[in-house]
Structure formats: C-alpha cells, structure tokens
C-alpha cells in the first residue's frame, strides 16, 4: 500500500493489544540462554571450522611478505586465506575499503588473513604463526590537521544537501547584539556491541548460506553478492538473534566475507567471530567531529542568525558526519547557514553509529544553547520555548512538522524535575567535596520513513505466522510485530509467531535511523490489511462492513472464527508500505528534552550524574516498556559519549590504541543512575498508518549536552571537547 | 583434587593462551622465517558437574571454560562479549561463586560445580531472576543477559553472606541490600544496551522477595 495521505481511523486505534506495555515475545529465549546467536548456531552447521582473523598491523602501505608455511603445518590448521589465493573480490559500494587487505592495506586492522582450523584455539595459534612484512607509507591520521583541505561532500537521498544556506546569517549575525562562537570536538567513538561482529558461512553447491549478525538483511545479500561476484538469488542470510548492533552491523563485515572464503577453501562451514579487540580498527566506528556554531540573538532571546559548521574525516573520503542535521530543524530564525566538509584520512572506516549525525551534533549546537542563555542572563529553558517553530525554518511554513512536541518535553520535564529550584548562578551549590549542577538541552532526532515488505500467513486454527526479513537487535522488533499483527487480525497475542531476519522473506526496512519500529510495523499493517481483505472475501463478505476480534470475524450479523474461515490450507498476503512524498510534505523527527543533575568532585574534577531525566514525544508508542527502555539504553549511551567514551588516535601509526573494553570506557551500572523516562501521548497520522515515530535514537540526542551544561552549573567551567574525564576539569578547577 | 598433570606440563601447553595480539608480525623489518617448534597441543580429560550433570570431557588444556561450555558441550547461553575479563557475558557460578568464564581453563575445573544459565531456569520454569529481568525489560539485545543474570544471582548471595563491596560502609554488621551495594557489585557486567536502570529494578525485586 501506498501511504500518500495522513492516516484515518484504522484497525489500530482499537489498541487492544497495540500500545500496552506486553513482555517481550523472545525474552524467555533470552534470559534462558536459548535464543542461538550467530556464533552459536551449532545445529545449522554442525561441522563447522574455525577461523581466527589477523589485521593488518599496519595502516597504509603494502604486504612485502606474506608467509603462510608455518601457519599451515601448525596443529589442527585445514587452510590459510589470504588476497593470494582468495580469488577477486570487489569492493562493494558500502564499504570505505576493501573487507581484505593485500597486498596494499588501507587501514590499520583491515583483514590479512583468515586462519581456518578444527579448533579455535589451533586457528587461533596459527595465526600466531603467519609471517608477514610490510612497507609502510606516511598517512593522515589527524583530523585537526586534514581539516584545511576538507571539501564539501557529495548529497545523499536519506539527509539532502551538504550545505543550506537561508537568509544571510553573516550579516544577520553581525547586526546581533548578543552572540556566541564556540568551537566543540566531539572524538571517534565505538560502538562497542556487547556481541562481536559473528558469522557462520556454507556452499551447498555454489549456494552460499551466511548465519550472521546483521541488522539489514537484503543489504547483507547485496553487498555479498557485489564483493564475491555471485548472483544474490544464490546467497542466503539469516539473522534471528543479533547482540547488538548501533549501527556498526548495518553493512557486512569481514567476519562474513572470510568465513564465506574460509569455507570455499577447506569445503566445509566456517565460522568466524571478531575478537572484541578488533573491532574498533577492523570494523566501523562513529567518525570525530570538530564543530564550530555561532549563534546570534536579540536581547530579548529571538535567534536571528544560527551557523553550524561541521567537519569530519573518513577513509577514501567515504562520507561525511551529518552534525549539522538537528540545527536545520530545532530552533527558529531568519539566517541560517549549515555546513559539512569531509577531510580523508586513513583511519579505519567512519561510519553510523546510533543517531548518526545528531547524536554528536547536539553535543555542539545544545551546549551553544546554553552559552547564549548565560549570555542573556535568560533561563535556558525560557530561551528554548521561545524559539521554538511548527515548521521547517528551511523551507517555510509550507512545510510543517508532522508532529513536535518540543514545548510540551520541555515544560513537562522542567515541572517533573524540579527546575525552579536549580541556582541560575554557576558553582553556588556544594555537598562536602561535590559541587552540584543542573543541566537541560532539547532532543531532536530525524524519523526517516522507508519501505517495508511482510507476508502474514493464518491456519485453520486462526494463529498467524508474520515473516518479514527485518531484525531485532534489541530494539523490540519481534514483540510489536506480534502486537500490530494481533490487533489487526483481532487475535490473541500468544497467537501470533514472528519469523524475522531470513532472506528469503519479504524485504522489510531493516533496522537503523530509528526507522525500524514504525516502518517495518507499517508494513505488517499492509500485509493483514490484505489478508483481511483475503478473509472476508472467502467468506464472501464485504470488507468494509467486517469487524475482526477474539479471533472471529463478524459481518451482517453473521460470526466465524477465523480459522475456520482460512480452512484447511490457511490463506497467506503479502503486502508493502511505500511512504511516497509523506516526508517531503512534513518534516517527520521525534522531539524530547533531557534534564540532568550531577556532582564534580571538586578534588579530583570527576563527574557523577545523580539524577537522569527524559521526557519524550514520539508518536504512538506501539510498546511503552520496549519503547522506554530504548530511550533509556540511549540515555545511557549519551553519558557515555559526555564523560568517557573517546577512541585515541595514535598519529603516528594511525591506529585506535584504545581496542577493547578495558580501554575504552562504556557506562557500566555505577555510572547510571535510576533513570526516569516519561513519554508524552502524541499520535502522528502525517507519519504512518501507525500514527508512530522513531524511538531508538532519540534518546542519546542531547543527553551528553545536559551533561555539559549541568557541569557548567556545577562549576563555572565551560567544556567543549568530549569526553569530559577528570583530567580535562582539573585544570580549571578552582584550587582547593 | 590432584591434577592428572604436572604444573610444568601445562605451562608448556598454555603458553600465549588468550593469544590477543599476534607476535611475528614486521613492519619493514624482514627476518628469517625461524622454524618453530610445534609441540602438539595436550589434551586432557577434565570431569565437570555441570548444571547438576557430571561431563567428562577430553580437552585442549587452552581451552577455556567458557568455550568448553560454549564449543564443546553446546551451552551457549554463556556468552562470549570479549575473551579477556572485560565485560562479564560470560559470568557462570562455580561452587557458587560468580566468575568470568573466558579467565579460567576448563581444564582446572577438575570436579567443580558449574552452574550456567541453562542451570537456573528454562523457558517453561524460569528462575526468578530470570523472570524478574522479563518483567522489567532488564534487557534489550539479550546478549549480556545470561552473564547478568549469574552476577545478580552470585551477587545476592554475597550480599546475603555478608562479603562486603568496595561502597559497603559498615563492615561489622549485616549489609543492606542497596542500589548503590548492586551498582557496585554488578558493574562487571556491561550492557551496551543500556537496560542498567531496569536491571537495577529487576534485582531489587528480587532481593526483596528473598528478604
Ligand atoms: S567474555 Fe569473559 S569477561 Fe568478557
Ligand atoms: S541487553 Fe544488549 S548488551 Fe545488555
């Protein structure tokens, strides 16, 4: 179906089963030990190899040597691949570079080698045992100093034009009599899964069966058949459990394409995970930014010139970070200029990572918010409410919002949190050695829209089966699936089973951009409104007038249970959701606002947050427990990019020197402390037949911005460079 | 119970066990390809009771717990998030006490009670941990899941045997079952999720209950 104009009344605005807060459907398997993630998948491939992956260790030059010999008479050793005998591989369109070094290598841990042995521990003592020699060639590693010969990067459907320019922000911000310019860093961050990137691979025949941990599955088969040259109707994906993913498992990575080679060599499956050190170097990561926003005000608080200048830096130029996004859209005022410029480096691959763009972009434009707010001596949440719009400052009032609740978060939030009583004045609040701060910043995050495909099958005792190729990789996906199926079809919940995440299903919007939930449930939508239609027509009623509950279908007076109806042979639809022009005629994000109270320590300059709160609005919510615990998980991670998560860059050898979990800090439980997550009603008929939005990335939106200004209240300091550790507050402290 | 081999044994087999970086890697800096010596990687017999089952196994001595139980016996509930004691998926109880799997060898479990997450509870008779984390979505992706659930489960019986934590302030007396006591105790157990605040509920839950 076609999904051209807002949503009327619909089957789902029945919410018997729709927007209650159900258990997840797969959470006995998960809690229990039994939901099969990639790697475990023992049954599918019981005979499975091992391989260990070497990276490269260097970042850009050329293999001078490549000695297998030792490798391969090691213990238990069935094969070595390396470029020599992999055979040609391509790069595909989704990759920055090549998934296989050599005999160049592009960056630092870019895959040399796959060691494939009976046992993991003999391929991972072969790969001890390769002898490798490399030139090395000089590189750019440093963004500060690769950023005078950024350029402007090219245009991508999904986030328009690199440059936007309205008005004439030099002058309007010139003619400003309050103004703010300020600098901010935000550093490469991982996404640090807590499941390493895994796949198992098998030919059967010249057909290629890949068990992987993937979040988009018809991207999968596309970028394995683009990089192996094979027909993708001979690749086969499946997925079902993925462990985490943020956005680094959107595109296959080595792990797929070695244990695909892996298997080719030693004509046996092979299975291949990351070792959790790998995968800032060898896989993706979220690319640093240098951001400068210049904001400029009237003495009453009305923005009238906003700049947000972004620059990033990826390897081969690949694509740029899209910080800028949320400053096209937040605030209102006449001059506006946003900028992108994309430097190349020859660091691993930068690419998206939950919120893409926004999520380090309020880091920068949220912070100046509060900058100009001191400079007006105005409160900053009087100053946000005042500049607030209901369409897109871009393109003018022709362009609405389709829903925004900006004003209602940020009043709602001030009220729940207690913002009256937060001291205006910076470092006036102290307990013992901590000095106390408060903290807000806005939340906008883009709630992209994209097709999605479901098939929904009932039998003859009216339980529906849905299959669609979309993912859950945490996010919920299986349970309000079920849930918009159920409520569809007027079925009990336990009556539905939900297949995801297998190649062979109809293709669904996958999982990212905070598209997942809304899109791949709007197509499910499709399908039950076609097998309805399918329903009634075999019972030779007119649709229009039959109502579907408690597993039953009544017209006319007449009654009968929907199994019965299906018959013996069931009936089965297929259907699709395109969205057509619904994001070009509204402008379609989801808006919150976080406030935060926190203590520095004023010894050691070390922050704790002591209190988290974030008030949402993101259309209906289809789960309120899976959709709170995807705002709170983001929470979680925005704390994370504010006070510890930063990959270091070594610019002399090019590498994250920071690999693995003990080295690069995530939020562990002491870090966060009970977090209160408030979801305001708003249902968005402009957006989906579901009148949902996107939940899963709003939440890391501006919570590291609260974070800052809730230091700034703290202490008087004014950080700008992420993260904010002890070391970079204890200079500035005041002496003890 | 005596090992079936001697300590010298098995260091000569363990050598580079967690085998993270690679050695023999050179940048511009050619040498001769020495031949190694190649001893052939001792196995082991190694009796576990696992989940209140005796296995015998025959093992690499490299093996490690958690790939024994994850590789060999096919319990893949026990996760694997980083192989060096960084992150706690692979948190299993021997003789009752919480420790990361992937740090320990399989073959020194001689004997040993292991109990996995597999050994709390099933779907069809789940633990009250493990139901308690369902009810308060203490879990998003479900991949550090099983590894909380065995820290929360140690975790409590600590706090019930009065080991004290590093953000216990009285030594002497009985501890309270505070957040910060299951912040403090659970924070080897990451969850990039973020499911923490609902973690923290579905533990407290729990405790009460026990209390
Ligand atoms: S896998 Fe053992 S602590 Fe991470
Ligand atoms: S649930 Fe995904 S890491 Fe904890």
């Given at each position: 179906m076609k999904f051209t104009a807002p949503a009327e009344h619909n089957p789902i605005d029945q919410l018997k089963v729709v927007g209650h807060p159900h258990d997840r459907i797969d959470g006995r398997a998960k809690v229990t030990g039994t939901a099969a993630y990639a790697y475990e998948r023992h049954q599918v491939a019981p005979q499975a190899a091992y391989g260990y992956m070497l990276g490269s260790a260097i970042a850009v030059g050329k293999i001078t040597r490549l000695d297998t010999s030792q490798a391969e008479k090691a213990p238990g050793v069935l094969g070595v691949v390396t470029y020599k005998n992999a055979g040609r591989l391509k790069k595909s369109k989704s990759h920055a570079s090549r998934l296989l070094a050599g005999p160049n290598v592009e960056h630092f841990d870019q895959a040399v080698a796959l060691v494939v042995a009976e046992t993991f521990e003999q391929a991972r003592e072969g790969a001890k045992r390769l002898h490798i020699e490399y030139t090395s060639w000089p590189g750019r590693f440093d963004l500060a100093a690769e950023k005078v010969r950024a350029v402007p990067p090219k245009s991508n459907p999904m986030s328009g034009p690199p440059d936007t320019r309205v008005g004439d922000f030099e002058s309007g911000f010139a003619q400003s009599p309050v103004q703010v310019d300020s600098t901010y860093t935000t550093p490469d961050q991982s996404h640090m899964m807590m499941e390493p990137h895994a796949s198992i691979a098998a030919w059967h025949g010249d057909q290629l069966l890949v068990w992987t941990s993937n979040q988009m599955i018809a991207w999968a088969v596309r970028d394995l058949s683009e990089t192996l040259s094979i027909s993708p109707q001979k690749i086969h994906v499946s997925s079902p459990f993925i462990g985490g993913g943020f956005g680094g498992k959107l595109w296959i990575r080595a792990d797929a394409v070695l244990a695909a080679l892996g298997a080719r060599l030693v004509k046996r499956p092979v299975k291949v995970a990351l070792a959790r050190h790998q995968i800032p170097n060898n896989t993706t990561h979220r690319p640093a930014t240098i951001q400068r926003v210049r904001l400029g005000a009237s003495k009453d608080g009305h923005i009238q010139a906003i700049a947000h200048d972004t620059t990033s830096g990826n390897l081969n130029g690949f694509r740029e970070e899209r910080a800028g996004s949320q400053s096209r859209l937040l605030y209102a005022g006449p001059n506006r200029l946003i900028t992108h410029r994309l430097a190349t480096l020859d660091l691993p691959e930068g690419n998206a990572m939950r919120a893409p763009g926004e999520a380090v972009g309020h880091l920068a434009s949220e912070v100046a918010l509060d900058e100009l707010a001191v400079q007006l001596k105005m409160d900053p949440v009087e100053l946000r409410l005042l500049n607030d719009i209901q369409f897109d400052p871009e393109k003018g009032p022709q362009r609405p919002f389709s829903s925004r609740k900006l004003k209602e978060c940020l009043s709602e939030g001030a009220r729940r949190f207690g913002w009256e009583r937060r001291h205006p004045q910076p470092g006036q609040v102290r307990e013992g050695n901590w000095l106390i701060g408060h903290g807000v910043a806005s939340a906008l995050r883009n709630s992209p829209t994209l097709e999605s495909a479901a098939r929904v099958r009932i039998n003859s005792s009216g339980q529906l089966t849905v299959e669609t190729d979309m993912t859950d990789i945490g996010t919920g996906s299986y349970?309000?699936?079920?849930?918009?199926?159920?409520?569809?079809?007027?079925?009990?919940?336990?009556?539905?089973?939900?297949?995801?995440?297998?190649?062979?299903?109809?293709?669904?919007?996958?999982?990212?951009?905070?598209?997942?939930?809304?899109?791949?449930?709007?197509?499910?939508?499709?399908?039950?409104?076609?097998?309805?239609?399918?329903?009634?027509?075999?019972?030779?009623?007119?649709?229009?007038?039959?109502?579907?509950?408690?597993?039953?279908?009544?017209?006319?007076?007449?009654?009968?249970?929907?199994?019965?109806?299906?018959?013996?042979?069931?009936?089965?639809?297929q259907d699709k959701i395109e969205f057509g022009d619904s994001q070009k005629k509204w402008v379609q994000a989801s808006f919150g606002a976080h406030f935060v109270e926190l203590g520095v320590h004023r010894i050691s300059g070390e922050t704790r947050v002591r209190r988290l709160l974030g008030v949402f609005a993101c259309g209906r919510i289809l789960n309120p427990k899976t959709a709170r615990s995807q705002l709170l998980g983001a929470m979680a991670m925005g704390l994370g990019a504010a006070l510890m998560e930063g990959l270091a860059v070594d610019t002399r050898y090019g590498n994250f020197v920071n690999h693995d979990l003990a080295e690069y800090h995530v939020p562990v439980h002491a870090d966060i402390p009970h977090t209160e997550v408030v979801i305001l009603e708003e249902l968005d008929d402009k957006s989906s037949p579901l009148k949902a939005k996107g939940v899963g990335e709003l939440g890391i939106c501006g919570l590291g911005a609260a974070i800052a200004n809730a230091i700034y209240n703290a202490t008087g300091v004014r950080l700008r460079d992420y993260p904010f550790t002890p070391d970079r507050l204890l200079s500035q402290l005041p002496p003890v | 119970m005596q090992s079936p081999w001697s300590r010298r044994e098995f260091m000569a087999t363990s050598a580079g066990l967690t085998g993270g970086l690679v050695a023999s890697q050179l940048v511009s800096a050619p040498s001769p390809a020495e031949a190694v010596a190649q001893p052939t990687p001792a196995h082991y017999p190694v009796t576990l009771n696992l989940n209140g089952q005796t296995q015998t196994l025959e093992l690499d001595a490299r093996t490690s717990l958690l790939d024994a139980l994850r590789e060999h016996v096919h319990l893949t509930?026990?996760?694997?998030?980083?192989?060096?004691?960084?992150?706690?998926?692979?948190?299993?109880?021997?003789?009752?006490?919480?420790?990361?799997?992937?740090?320990?060898?399989?073959?020194?479990?001689?004997?040993?009670?292991?109990?996995?997450?597999?050994?709390?509870?099933?779907?069809?008779?789940?633990?009250?941990?493990?139901?308690?984390?369902?009810?308060?979505?203490?879990?998003?992706?479900?991949?550090?899941?099983?590894?909380?659930?065995?820290?929360?489960?140690?975790?409590?019986?600590?706090?019930?045997?009065g080991i004290p934590s590093h953000v216990t302030a009285d030594l002497t007396g009985p501890i309270p079952v505070s957040q910060a006591e299951l912040r403090e105790r659970l924070s080897g157990n990451i969850c990039r999720c973020g499911a923490y605040s609902n973690i923290i509920e579905a533990v407290t839950e729990v405790a009460g209950e026990n209390g």
């Amino acid at each position: 179906m076609k999904f051209t104009a807002p949503a009327e009344h619909n089957p789902i605005d029945q919410l018997k089963v729709v927007g209650h807060p159900h258990d997840r459907i797969d959470g006995r398997a998960k809690v229990t030990g039994t939901a099969a993630y990639a790697y475990e998948r023992h049954q599918v491939a019981p005979q499975a190899a091992y391989g260990y992956m070497l990276g490269s260790a260097i970042a850009v030059g050329k293999i001078t040597r490549l000695d297998t010999s030792q490798a391969e008479k090691a213990p238990g050793v069935l094969g070595v691949v390396t470029y020599k005998n992999a055979g040609r591989l391509k790069k595909s369109k989704s990759h920055a570079s090549r998934l296989l070094a050599g005999p160049n290598v592009e960056h630092f841990d870019q895959a040399v080698a796959l060691v494939v042995a009976e046992t993991f521990e003999q391929a991972r003592e072969g790969a001890k045992r390769l002898h490798i020699e490399y030139t090395s060639w000089p590189g750019r590693f440093d963004l500060a100093a690769e950023k005078v010969r950024a350029v402007p990067p090219k245009s991508n459907p999904m986030s328009g034009p690199p440059d936007t320019r309205v008005g004439d922000f030099e002058s309007g911000f010139a003619q400003s009599p309050v103004q703010v310019d300020s600098t901010y860093t935000t550093p490469d961050q991982s996404h640090m899964m807590m499941e390493p990137h895994a796949s198992i691979a098998a030919w059967h025949g010249d057909q290629l069966l890949v068990w992987t941990s993937n979040q988009m599955i018809a991207w999968a088969v596309r970028d394995l058949s683009e990089t192996l040259s094979i027909s993708p109707q001979k690749i086969h994906v499946s997925s079902p459990f993925i462990g985490g993913g943020f956005g680094g498992k959107l595109w296959i990575r080595a792990d797929a394409v070695l244990a695909a080679l892996g298997a080719r060599l030693v004509k046996r499956p092979v299975k291949v995970a990351l070792a959790r050190h790998q995968i800032p170097n060898n896989t993706t990561h979220r690319p640093a930014t240098i951001q400068r926003v210049r904001l400029g005000a009237s003495k009453d608080g009305h923005i009238q010139a906003i700049a947000h200048d972004t620059t990033s830096g990826n390897l081969n130029g690949f694509r740029e970070e899209r910080a800028g996004s949320q400053s096209r859209l937040l605030y209102a005022g006449p001059n506006r200029l946003i900028t992108h410029r994309l430097a190349t480096l020859d660091l691993p691959e930068g690419n998206a990572m939950r919120a893409p763009g926004e999520a380090v972009g309020h880091l920068a434009s949220e912070v100046a918010l509060d900058e100009l707010a001191v400079q007006l001596k105005m409160d900053p949440v009087e100053l946000r409410l005042l500049n607030d719009i209901q369409f897109d400052p871009e393109k003018g009032p022709q362009r609405p919002f389709s829903s925004r609740k900006l004003k209602e978060c940020l009043s709602e939030g001030a009220r729940r949190f207690g913002w009256e009583r937060r001291h205006p004045q910076p470092g006036q609040v102290r307990e013992g050695n901590w000095l106390i701060g408060h903290g807000v910043a806005s939340a906008l995050r883009n709630s992209p829209t994209l097709e999605s495909a479901a098939r929904v099958r009932i039998n003859s005792s009216g339980q529906l089966t849905v299959e669609t190729d979309m993912t859950d990789i945490g996010t919920g996906s299986y349970t309000i699936l079920a849930q918009t199926a159920a409520e569809m079809l007027g079925v009990p919940l336990h009556h539905v089973t939900v297949k995801l995440a297998e190649s062979h299903f109809p293709v669904s919007c996958g999982s990212g951009g905070q598209f997942g939930g809304n899109s791949s449930c709007s197509g499910v939508y499709a399908a039950c409104l076609r097998l309805r239609n399918a329903l009634a027509h075999k019972a030779g009623w007119d649709v229009e007038t039959t109502t579907f509950s408690d597993g039953h279908m009544s017209s006319a007076g007449q009654t009968r249970s929907l199994g019965e109806v299906a018959g013996p042979k069931g009936l089965s639809a297929q259907d699709k959701i395109e969205f057509g022009d619904s994001q070009k005629k509204w402008v379609q994000a989801s808006f919150g606002a976080h406030f935060v109270e926190l203590g520095v320590h004023r010894i050691s300059g070390e922050t704790r947050v002591r209190r988290l709160l974030g008030v949402f609005a993101c259309g209906r919510i289809l789960n309120p427990k899976t959709a709170r615990s995807q705002l709170l998980g983001a929470m979680a991670m925005g704390l994370g990019a504010a006070l510890m998560e930063g990959l270091a860059v070594d610019t002399r050898y090019g590498n994250f020197v920071n690999h693995d979990l003990a080295e690069y800090h995530v939020p562990v439980h002491a870090d966060i402390p009970h977090t209160e997550v408030v979801i305001l009603e708003e249902l968005d008929d402009k957006s989906s037949p579901l009148k949902a939005k996107g939940v899963g990335e709003l939440g890391i939106c501006g919570l590291g911005a609260a974070i800052a200004n809730a230091i700034y209240n703290a202490t008087g300091v004014r950080l700008r460079d992420y993260p904010f550790t002890p070391d970079r507050l204890l200079s500035q402290l005041p002496p003890v | 119970m005596q090992s079936p081999w001697s300590r010298r044994e098995f260091m000569a087999t363990s050598a580079g066990l967690t085998g993270g970086l690679v050695a023999s890697q050179l940048v511009s800096a050619p040498s001769p390809a020495e031949a190694v010596a190649q001893p052939t990687p001792a196995h082991y017999p190694v009796t576990l009771n696992l989940n209140g089952q005796t296995q015998t196994l025959e093992l690499d001595a490299r093996t490690s717990l958690l790939d024994a139980l994850r590789e060999h016996v096919h319990l893949t509930g026990t996760k694997k998030g980083c192989d060096h004691g960084q992150c706690g998926a692979c948190t299993v109880l021997v003789n009752g006490r919480r420790i990361n799997s992937c740090l320990t060898l399989a073959v020194m479990h001689q004997g040993d009670q292991i109990t996995t997450i597999e050994g709390l509870g099933t779907p069809d008779n789940l633990h009250p941990m493990q139901k308690a984390f369902i009810r308060h979505d203490g879990f998003q992706c479900g991949y550090c899941t099983p590894g909380q659930i065995c820290s929360a489960v140690g975790a409590l019986s600590e706090l019930e045997k009065g080991i004290p934590s590093h953000v216990t302030a009285d030594l002497t007396g009985p501890i309270p079952v505070s957040q910060a006591e299951l912040r403090e105790r659970l924070s080897g157990n990451i969850c990039r999720c973020g499911a923490y605040s609902n973690i923290i509920e579905a533990v407290t839950e729990v405790a009460g209950e026990n209390g």
